[in-house]
Structures are given as structure tokens and as C-alpha cells.
């Protein structure tokens, strides 16, 4: 029996029948039966903005798949490369069209020449290195002009193939730069983790060769940051997107959304946190501050994960074995602290605020020695799959250029005076 909900509209009397499909309202249908009267939806918390087979997530049960594949069995089971492939393509590959992907991806990985020496190297000495990604990114389009077109199935597949394997190297080559490093050059001997790692940390050495538990803990770690539907950074991408500007534009735009603190930001703020608490004992008194209302309890609360994040769950343990290599990370034990009494405070339970997934990802990255300046960097590089996999969809879907309304709250008309009159 389809749904329905019936609405009074007590200016006329006129009773509506306004048509329920997959639990919301299309606004085609209000538009028609209620002409003029809009939604107000400022964050956009109770409007869907487009449709998509890419991931699921119910916030209440802490459920989160992509392509239909739970996140559990993805972190447990596939690889970052695998993931990458599932998202843009729909299905796992057979081992044929792994080998072929992770061939091009390998050989995608060189950037041109200039923009190491004549864009990246023309940054201020201490540049931040997610401003260098945001513009290195952008600046991609310049070198590529057949990213315009974008209707040509070969050409996106390529710009495709391109960003997700050049990420790493403008990432890593963003950090030598701020830290005054030569640039290291991909290896292509390597998976994608351990080169990465390689054009981070190598110095003088012939070939670096990974930690190999390091080089599958960051595997998860991407894994686990691929996707996640309509956040703040893809829907970033979506919106550029659906002006038809290149993938390149269109990715700058979704770094710079993932750029703030209360997106990709975050884990950074939690070390900053966990940091100026300094030690066990203080955590009660930062607990009682936050409830206060003097700011808020980094990497806890998310807008859908009303229960425990589960990229969460999996990052803790993940934790435990990054920290048989490298040692644990000293903030460790205040983070368990906060947790333990966040999770039994009414405040926190009321409000259904939970560990998110940039609650213990930063302890990890410290620990392995990455700067916290990094951390957003290390967010981008696996979204960008993520990313191109909505952008294709959207164009797929021939979806409609993204403009929402406003409700003019300002000054009614009123006449010019000149400025000698003021
Ligand atoms: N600490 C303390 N109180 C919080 C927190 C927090 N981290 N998060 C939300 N609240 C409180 C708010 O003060 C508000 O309380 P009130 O109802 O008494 O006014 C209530 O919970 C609801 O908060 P909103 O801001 O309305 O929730 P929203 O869904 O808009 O925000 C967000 C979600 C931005 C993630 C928020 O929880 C937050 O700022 N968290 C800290 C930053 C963070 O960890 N961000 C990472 C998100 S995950 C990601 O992007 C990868």
C-alpha cells in the first residue's frame, strides 16, 4: 500500500495528499500541491539531496556498508586499492581486474615535474600542508586540459585513475616541503601504503621498506575514511560537481571543506585537546568544563552516528596494534579516561554523543610519527576515492545544478544616500 501523509492547509481549507517515497517527501511533489512554500533547512539535517547506490549508514544501529559490504568485514578482509575500485565500480574486481588496477594506479603515481619545482616549491617555508593539497590539487587541472571532458568515458576514467594515485605523492611531497626534505620520488616496487611511507620517510637509504603492520594499519585506516555519503567534503564535491567543472576543481573544493576543524580537522583537534589536558587526573575537570559549555569534547558527537561510531570500534584496535610497534602513544590513557567517563555521563548519553572515528585515528598517526598538520592530509588521500565515486554518479545521474533557495531575511527596499549625506 503506498504511503502517504495528508496536510491541512487551514489558508484554503484544501486538504493535501502529498506521496511518501523512501521515508522523505520528494520536493517535486510538494513543489506541485504547495507551490511557494519552502523548505527551511539550514545544515541540511532533514533534507536528502540526492539519491545513491554508494554507501549505507544508520546512524542509530551504527551500521555503515559500501556497495552493500559491511565496513567490519571491509577493514578485516579488503585493502585501500580493493575498497577504491568497489566504491567506483559498484563490485570487488576479479583478481584480473585487481592486477590491472593496482597496474594503473602504480604508474599514475609520478606528478608532472613543475608542479613539484614551480608550484609546490613556491609556497611560503612553514606552509601548511593541507593548503598545499587543496592548491596542488586545483593547480592538477592545468596539467591535465583533457579533465574539461567530462562526458568522455575514457577521459574521467583517467583523471580518475590519476587522482587517486597521485594523492599520495602531493601529500607526502606537501610534508618534505614544510619540513625542508628533498622530495622522494614514488616507488613503484611498492603498495600503496608502503610507498607512501616510503616518499614520507625515506632518507638515505636505497629503498624504505615499511613496517609492515604500520603499512596495514594505515591500510585500514583508509579503508575506514573511503566514504561516508554525504558529509561536508562530498557534498563539496557534489555541489562543484554539478556545475560540470573538471574532477580536479571539483576535489579542490572537497579539500578545502575537509580542511576544517569540525570535519577533517578534528582528529588534530583531539591530540590539541588531549595534549592540554596533560594528565589522567585533570580529565574529570575537562569533562565538567565541557558541560559548561567551554567548548566541546573533541572527536565525540557526529550529526548521523547517534550510538557508537563502528569505523570507532575498528580504530581501537587497530590502536592497540600500531602501539606493539611503535610504543604507546602517552595520550592514550587520557583518551580511555575521557571515554570512560563521557560514556556514563548523562550529559553525554542524553545527547547521544559518542566516540567518532577521529576520536582515536589521531593517537595512531602520532604514534607513527606523522606531524599533526598532517593528519587532514591523511584524511584526504583515501575520501578521494570516495569523492570520484559520487562525482561519477552524479554525473551518471544527470543530476541538476546545485542551488538551493534562502529566506531574504534583510531590510526592505530603501533609498540610495549619497555619502556626503550619511
Ligand atoms: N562535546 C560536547 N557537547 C557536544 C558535542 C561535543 N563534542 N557535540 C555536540 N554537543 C552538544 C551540543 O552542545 C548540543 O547540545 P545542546 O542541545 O544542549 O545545545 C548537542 O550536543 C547537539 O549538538 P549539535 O552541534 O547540534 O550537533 P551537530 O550534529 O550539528 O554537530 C558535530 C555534529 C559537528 C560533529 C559535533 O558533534 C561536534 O562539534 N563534535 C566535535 C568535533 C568532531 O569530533 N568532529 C568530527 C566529526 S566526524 C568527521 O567529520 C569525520
Not at 506541485?32 to 539550514?42: E, H, M, N, Q, S
Not at 590519476?162 to 611531497?173: E, G, Q, V
Amino acid at each position: 500500500m503506498p504511503e502517504s501523509i495528508t496536510i491541512t492547509d487551514n489558508r484554503t481549507g484544501n486538504q493535501l495528499e502529498i506521496p511518501i517515497a523512501h521515508g522523505g517527501v520528494a520536493a517535486s511533489e510538494w513543489q506541485k500541491l504547495l507551490p511557494g512554500i519552502w523548505f527551511y533547512d539550514p545544515g541540511f539535517t532533514a533534507t536528502a539531496a540526492c539519491e545513491s547506490t554508494i554507501t549505507y549508514l544508520d546512524g542509530d544501529a551504527g551500521i555503515l556498508r559500501y556497495r552493500g559490504y559491511p565496513i567490519e568485514v571491509l577493514a578485516e578482509r579488503s585493502t585501500y586499492l580493493e575498497v577504491a575500485y568497489l566504491l567506483l565500480h559498484g563490485e570487488l574486481p576479479t583478481a584480473a581486474e585487481f592486477d590491472a588496477w593496482r597496474h594503473e594506479i602504480t604508474y599514475h603515481t609520478y606528478i608532472h615535474e613543475n608542479v613539484r619545482k614551480r608550484f609546490l616549491e613556491g609556497f611560503h617555508y612553514d606552509a601548511h600542508p593541507m593548503g598545499m593539497l587543496v592548491s596542488a590539487v586545483a593547480a592538477l587541472s592545468t596539467f591535465y586540459l583533457d579533465a574539461k571532458d567530462i562526458f568522455d568515458a575514457e577521459s574521467r576514467r583517467r583523471q580518475i585513475i590519476r587522482l587517486i594515485a597521485k594523492m599520495p605523492t602531493l601529500a607526502a611531497a606537501a610534508h618534505r616541503f614544510s619540513v625542508g626534505m628533498p622530495f622522494v620520488y614514488p616507488d613503484n616496487s611498492l603498495d600503496f601504503c608502503a610507498n607512501f611511507l616510503s616518499m614520507m620517510w625515506k632518507v638515505a637509504e636505497p629503498r624504505f621498506d615499511a613496517n609492515p603492520t604500520l603499512a596495514r594499519a594505515l591500510d585500514i585506516l583508509f579503508i575506514l575514511h573511503a566514504d561516508h555519503e554525504q558529509n561536508c567534503s562530498t557534498t563539496a564535491m557534489r555541489v562543484v560537481g554539478s556545475s560540470h567543472a573538471d574532477p580536479y576543481s571539483c576535489c579542490a573544493a572537497a579539500c578545502a571543506a575537509l580542511y576544517g576543524p569540525r570535519h577533517g580537522g578534528a582528529n588534530e583537534a583531539v591530540i590539541r585537546m588531549l595534549t592540554e589536558i596533560g594528565s589522567f587526573e585533570n580529565v574529570p575537570a575537562f569533562v565538567e568544563s565541557v558541560k559548561q559549555g567551554h567548548g566541546r569534547l573533541q572527536g565525540f558527537g557526529h550529526r548521523v552516528y547517534k550510538s557508537y561510531d563502528p569505523r570507532a570500534k575498528i580504530i581501537k584496535r587497530t590502536a592497540e596494534e600500531v602501539f606493539s610497534i611503535t610504543g604507546k602513544n602517552p595520550l592514550l590513557d587520557i583518551a580511555l579516561k575521557l571515554e570512560e567517563i563521557a560514556l556514563q555521563d548523562e550529559y553525554f548519553t542524553s545527547r547521544r554523543l559518542y566516540p567518532n572515528v577521529d576520536f582515536y585515528s589521531g593517537l595512531i598517526y602520532q604514534a607513527m610519527g606523522f606531524p599533526l598538520e598532517m593528519f587532514p592530509v591523511l584524511f584526504a588521500i583515501p575520501r578521494t576515492a570516495g569523492w570520484l565515486a559520487h562525482w561519477q554518479e552524479l554525473l551518471d545521474q544527470d543530476a541538476k545544478i546545485s542551488r538551493p533557495r534562502q529566506l531574504y531575511i534583510g531590510t526592505e527596499p530603501r533609498d540610495y544616500v549619497p555619502i556626503g549625506q550619511r
